[in-house]
């Protein structure tokens, strides 16, 4: 299967990833992070990526980053 495009995610959280690294995130994001035996639309999913907690849902062939927060040290997961 074709592995999905990821969709920038809002200028609001330009702060949170640095220019530098957003490519290297959207990279991750079109690998298709998911385990391999999901496949559930609109599920939401999380990964970690440069000290950030990254939400997103694959919508068809798409990657939607929801939520980037920073992790909070010695927390391997970002409050909700």
């Known amino acids: 299967s074709r592995s999905p495009r990821a969709l920038p995610p809002p ?3 330009k702060d949170l990833v640095p220019p530098e690294r957003l490519e290297a995130l959207l990279g991750s994001l079109a ?3 998911r385990p391999s035996y ?3 639309p609109n599920r939401p999913y999380g990964m970690e990526f440069a000290g950030l907690a990254v939400k997103f849902t ?3 062939d798409t ?3 929801h939520r980037i927060e920073p992790i909070i040290s010695g927390n391997s997961h ?3």
């Open 58 to 60: 694959v919508q068809g």
């Open 78 to 80: 970002a409050q909700e």
């Open 38 to 40: 999901q496949n559930s």
């Open 63 to 65: 990657v939607v980053v």
């Open 11 to 13: 200028p609001e959280w």
């Open 31 to 33: 690998h298709d992070p």
